[in-house]
């Protein structure tokens, strides 16, 4: 990676756009809290993401309207927010709801200068796309002892990694009100080996149509982001 090149992704939308589509950057930095859709976040759960006030979130977004609305940023109001707060659960009463889909979130650790987490997100990409000229698709990592360390292609084992992590997320808050360690560290062990041993073989059986799979994710959600312009306006 190049001294200035963290620099070229903060200046350059081309190169963010060169990055947009790879959004498990997110998960891999840090765990990302979705709403209940999973398919969006408010300003409040991106700017807890990335550690930083409401009002430098918002102040970017002015900034970039435009290229974070082609990410996926939208403003809900009206009849289209009913409408959202009714299938996605929320009981905000807020008469306006600005939602971030995965992609946006993503844009934003790429433009976010002065943010501990959106420096680790650019760096991540930074070190991918690097690993991956080399021949790699991930930085490299010293797994060795890891129990879903087996021969599957990097995406799978991101997955795995990534469902771990949640569960194991759920054990630790689960048995935080225990003060046996012991009992602590071998839940969070059961849950890695099960994983390492059920769930990723699974996984890896079904990785041929993976890739299928994240297309017919990506077009779903840009699909539906478009749907929700359109009622947008047909509201207005």
Partial sequence: ???NHEA???ESRALRDH?????HALDKVK???????DLHLTTAMVAEYYEVGIT???SLIEDHREEMEACGYLVLTGAPLSHFKRVSGISSRASALALFTRRAVLNVGMLLRDSVVARQVRTYLLDTEEASRAGATDPPVDNSHDPLNAPVDNFVRGFAEWVTDRIVSEVDRRTARFSDAH???LARDAVREVIGRAVLPLLNASHETTGELLRRVTVVEDEQVRLW???KALRA
């Fill in 19 to 23: 990055y947009g589509d790879r959004v």
């Fill in 31 to 37: 765990a990302l809290r979705m709403l209940p859709d």
């Fill in 56 to 58: 430098v979130l918002t």
């Fill in 183 to 185: 009992t602590i560290a």
């Fill in 8 to 10: 070229d992704l903060l």
């Fill in 229 to 231: 312009r359109v009622l």
């Fill in 1 to 3: 990676m190049t001294p």
